[in-house]
Every structure is written in structure tokens, then in C-alpha cells.
């Protein structure tokens, strides 16, 4: 599970996470509530309904395994830098799974090969990240701190990422391409 967003008692907005840093936090409802959160990761019905009773204002936390997800924000040029990579040929965006997240989507993808061969998360264009192999996604259903909810948007079938769009796993390190690796 992931922290979830609250209101702030000091003005009464939807704009604090539930972590001690409240609403100073950089990551309101966005980051891993547990210590150890990849290796506790779990499909367990039980479990899930345990963590659900004890943290009710939970956000969904996904890790990505031999995924990666295409994280487009409109806040920071997200739209602008998708139309432009919609356009580029060598760069074939196929319909996937989308998810609305609260400023832009999620675009789902599986990766071709071993997903350990490729890095975890770098910068693809302005407002757009890419989110790799052991990382955390807010998942469908979380409270963005703007209030939204993450909605399926596109329920269909995971295409698979193509080499242009995440780079090969040999010669640079398994890093996307002509893309800054987060630091």
C-alpha cells in the first residue's frame, strides 16, 4: 500500500499525504507506506483485506515486473511531448492499457525481453517519465492529491514496448535511449 492524500487541518484542502511530512510531502499519496515494499508485494486476497483494514485511506501501489509505464503528466508538457512522440515513426505507440492518473495517464506496456536487464526509470520528453522494472505505480482506484481518481481508462490487452520506445538491454546498460536515467 501505498500513503494516501488527506485533508490538511490547517486549510481544509485535499492536499496533504498521509506520511509525517503531510502536506510539505513531494509525493502526496504516491510513495510506499511500508519499508521493503518490493519484496512484501503480494497477491494474496488476505493479505491485501489485512492492509486495507489497518490503512483505509491506502492509495494502490503496482510494481512493475517485466512491465514498464509510460507516466504522462499535462501539468509539465506531458500532452504536447506525447503528440509529438505519436508522430515520430520509429517510435510506434500501440494502444494499451491506459489508466487516467490525476494529471495525465498511464500508458502499460510489457517489456520484450528479461525485465532485469533494463534500468527502473528515466526522462522521456518533458511531462513524460518512464517507469521501469521494480518500480511503484499508483494504481486504478487512488486519490490523486488534485482530488481525481486514477480511472481505467483503456481496458485492453498489454502491447508489447518496442525497442524505440525503451531502448535495447545491451550497450547502454538496459537505459531507454537518448533519455537522462533519473537520478
Do not use: M
Not at 512491465?67 to 500501440?94: A, I
Not at 492518473?101 to 517519465?129: C, E, K, Q, T, W
Amino acid at each position: 500500500p501505498l500513503y494516501g492524500v488527506r485533508e490538511d487541518p490547517d486549510d481544509h484542502r485535499l492536499n496533504a499525504c498521509e506520511c509525517a511530512r503531510g502536506p510539505d510531502c513531494e509525493s502526496k499519496g504516491k510513495h510506499a507506506r511500508l519499508r521493503g515494499w518490493q519484496e512484501l508485494a503480494t497477491t494474496d486476497e488476505e493479505q491485501l483485506r489485512r492492509w486495507w483494514r489497518s490503512y483505509p485511506l491506502a492509495n494502490v501501489g503496482l510494481l512493475l515486473q517485466g512491465h514498464v509505464v509510460v507516466d504522462v503528466d499535462y501539468r509539465n508538457g506531458g500532452l504536447e511531448s506525447w503528440t509529438w512522440l505519436e508522430g515520430q515513426p520509429e517510435t510506434p505507440l500501440v494502444p494499451t492499457l491506459t489508466v487516467r492518473s490525476g494529471a495525465g495517464f498511464h500508458a502499460y506496456y510489457r517489456l520484450p525481453v528479461d525485465p532485469s536487464r533494463y534500468a527502473a526509470g528515466a526522462r522521456l520528453l518533458a511531462g513524460i517519465d518512464l517507469k521501469g522494472p521494480r518500480s511503484n505505480v499508483v494504481g486504478p482506484g487512488s486519490l490523486h492529491a488534485t482530488g481525481a481518481r486514477y480511472e481505467l481508462q483503456a481496458d485492453l490487452p498489454l502491447a508489447v514496448a518496442g525497442e524505440a520506445l525503451w531502448g535495447s538491454p545491451g550497450g547502454s546498460g538496459g537505459e531507454p535511449r537518448g533519455f537522462t536515467p533519473e537520478q
